[in-house]
């Protein structure tokens, strides 16, 4: 890592514990047996990206689950389904981010929707309970909220150009190593996180 100004941080998986079996056996158990091969953290079926993109809002998504998958759930069970992978924040990142916070501009980019934002801001609040996620990053950035989501190179130049950055002032930092390829594909420098490995164990 040479001349870096900015570190642009992915959030499930590695600001937050997620569980793509979780979501599975979730959507299982309401009847359908093949979610995994319509939502997993290296695929996603067009209306799932769609809802982290902003293109569905959230009545709009549980209609086009149920039409699709021909569920008769409520949008109560579909929301407790669609929230059972987000688990818990990891407190050694949270705490390695105000560690390096004078070093570094900081930002956060996420694959994420409107309910799950919802759900996180409230495990943030049961868990962490002063401030709030916004705290340790310059700024946020929510696919579902900017209209793009990673691997697309679109969502990585929105953060780079809204703050005056070239890519190779930026390290990116991702646990799916497509998001990875795309971002040096730009010329960011990256980090993949393999499974089991933290931010704290880096050299940041």
């Known amino acids: 890592m040479q001349n870096i100004k900015a570190i642009i941080f992915d959030f499930g998986g590695v600001i937050l514990n997620i569980d793509f079996n979780q979501v599975n056996k979730a959507f299982t158990a309401l009847g359908i047996d093949d ?16 809802l982290e993109e902003g293109k569905l809002d959230e009545e709009e998504f549980y209609n086009t689950v149920r039409k699709s998958t021909n569920l008769q759930s409520t949008n109560q069970q579909l929301q407790a389904a669609w929230n059972s992978m987000l688990l818990s924040f990891r407190k050694e990142a949270l705490d390695t981010l105000k560690k390096i916070r004078h ?9 994420t929707n409107i309910i799950h934002l919802r759900a996180f801001n409230k ?43 070239s890519p190779s002032e930026a390290l990116f930092i991702d646990d799916t190593i497509q998001n990875i390829d795309a971002a ?21």
């Open 35 to 50: 979610f995994e091969k319509m939502y997993s953290q290296k695929n996603a079926a067009l209306f799932f990206q769609q």
């Open 184 to 204: 040096k594909a730009l010329g960011l420098q990256t980090i993949f996180l393999k499974e089991g490995m933290g931010i704290e164990e880096l050299n940041l």
């Open 123 to 165: 495990i943030y609040k049961e868990e962490i309970g002063k401030g709030s996620l916004g705290d340790y990053f310059d700024k946020i950035y929510y696919s579902h909220e900017i209209g793009y989501r990673k691997p697309g190179t679109e969502a990585y130049a929105y953060v780079l150009k809204e703050n005056g950055l």
């Open 103 to 111: 070093k570094y501009k900081l930002y956060l980019l996420s694959n």
